[in-house]
């Protein structure tokens, strides 16, 4: 009988891992996960990085290796984090071959600071690309408006992209767009679409941990919206991301996308990032639970993934209460009064910083390591 985490693949949804270790790649325990849990994916981050380095005596030796290359701590932290993503896709290739490169797939981000650097977003893509040289790799690009030329232009060059820090459904809707459009321009120049993949990494709970709180306050000085603000209270992502699958399954069913994949182009599937609940009022696994359905990705933190193995209920019930779901968020504005929009604007905004953060750290701690195991 199949643990709980390795019957989510049941209702057509693949997990993923958002983390990464050195100890965790080449010590076996990956390995084990992708044979006795069905694990399909890892996806990483600059925080992922800055506590695996910051936290841990894996990357020693080969800092101490590095410090005599006269290498930047970019330059240094670049080499460590494609030889993890190497090493962790040539333990998916099994994955990756068996899916049809549907799965299997290690993502590895773009610098934090070039979030809205189109050109320099471009360069650097192709430069890990063309380092990694693994086909199940993905090279994460935020999905910021100056992001969108750039995942039009690298998906038309044949790269592989998880788009990261969606929040909003406009913005998500522009990026499954631009996705269409990067196939369309390969198709038209003649070049082979069936092997590009790509990913949308809708995030999740800091929707909620955003606008809880601003429901709290209008519950308390307006009584008239109090109802109403309550009841939206750990609602909204879920919310949005029902809309947002909606918003899939009519750019990836239009005629079209059916011209794209009459040549064998895939869909860019929704992928559920943020999946760990911040607010502890609230069920651990309810943003895994609530959205288990065909054709999507969940990427969970590892001790989310624990959790779902020992406790988890998979069902498909991604497709239900969509008009619920498009009523609280029509309650949300019209009702209550907050514009979803500026909501997710402002947590973009914040989303970047939030990377940029932890990588200005690790580049400290780099620095700072590499003297240490120099010496």
């Not at 996960?33 to 030796?61: K, W």
């Not at 999905?143 to 060059?157: N, V, W, Y």
């Not at 910083?353 to 580049?363: R, T």
């Amino acid at each position: 009988m199949k643990n709980p985490l390795a019957r989510i693949p049941d209702f057509g949804q693949s997990i993923w891992l958002d983390y990464i270790r050195r100890s965790f790649t080449k010590g076996g325990e990956l390995k084990k996960l992708i044979d006795e849990d069905g694990l399909r994916g890892v996806t990483s981050n600059p925080a992922i990085f800055e506590e695996a380095i910051a936290h841990s005596n894996d990357y020693d030796d080969t800092l101490a290796e590095l410090s005599h290359q006269n290498l930047s701590p970019e330059e240094a932290f670049l080499k460590i984090a494609i030889e993890d993503v190497q090493t962790a896709a040539d333990l998916f290739k099994g994955v990756y071959e068996e899916t049809d490169g549907l799965d299997g797939y290690v993502s590895l981000e773009v610098s934090p600071g070039l979030a809205l650097d189109t050109e320099r977003s471009i360069k650097e893509a192709r430069s890990s690309w063309e380092t990694l040289d693994r086909k199940n790799v993905m090279i994460k690009i935020p999905g910021t408006e100056p992001g969108l030329p750039a995942i039009k232009q690298l998906i038309s060059e044949g790269i592989n992209i998880n788009v990261t820090l969606l929040f909003g459904l406009e913005r998500y809707r522009a990026v499954a767009e631009t996705y269409v459009d990067g196939l369309e321009e390969r198709a038209a120049k003649g070049l082979p679409v069936d092997k590009v993949a790509s990913v949308a990494s809708f995030f999740l709970s800091r929707i909620d941990t955003m606008i809880d709180p601003m429901l709290d306050k209008i519950a308390q000085d307006d009584p008239e919206k109090a109802n109403a603000a309550k009841k939206l209270k750990g609602k909204i992502a879920i919310a949005s991301a029902r809309d947002a699958y909606a918003i899939y399954k009519e750019v990836f069913g239009s005629e079209r996308f059916k011209a794209l994949q009459a040549k064998g182009a895939k869909p860019q599937r929704l992928l559920w990032a943020s999946t760990s609940v911040k607010n502890k009022d609230y069920l651990e696994l309810m943003y895994i639970e609530a959205l288990i359905g065909p054709d999507t990705v969940n990427t969970l933190p590892k001790d989310t993934l624990n959790a779902y193995r020992e406790n988890g209920n998979p069902a498909s019930r991604l497709e239900e209460g969509l008009e619920e779901a498009r009523y609280e968020l029509y309650m949300l504005e019209d009702v209550v009064g907050i514009r979803l929009l500026d909501v997710t604007k402002k947590l973009e905004e914040e989303g970047i910083q939030k990377f940029v953060k932890p990588f200005d750290s690790l580049m400290k701690v780099i620095g700072e390591k590499s003297k240490q195991v120099s010496q």
